[in-house]
């Protein structure tokens, strides 16, 4: 199964971003994009930024990721 993950882009240099994820930090390509600026949340799918996601949007699914996960009988 794949996930797409909302993040959020702290530094951008042309087509190469480093994006945060719940305070993690990534490198991320968003080439797929047709624009992009630091502070914009996206959409992030196998290290490419598929999609511009609206800030409340994105918090909200963060909050059910997180939900989920501590859902999660194995942690």
């Given at each position: 199964?794949?996930?797409a ?9 042309e087509?190469?971003a ?14 797929l994009?047709d624009?992009?600026?630091v ?6 799918h196998a ?10 949007e ?9 939900e ?8």
């Amino acid at each position: 199964m794949c996930l797409a993950i909302p993040a959020q882009i702290l530094t951008l240099e042309e087509t190469r971003a480093v994006v945060s994820i719940g305070g993690v930090t990534r490198e991320a390509s968003v080439m797929l994009l047709d624009s992009a600026a630091v502070g914009d949340w996206v959409l992030l799918h196998a290290g490419f930024a598929i999609e511009k996601l609206d800030p409340d949007e994105a918090e909200k699914t963060l909050a059910l990721i997180r939900e989920m996960a501590d859902a999660d009988p194995a942690r």
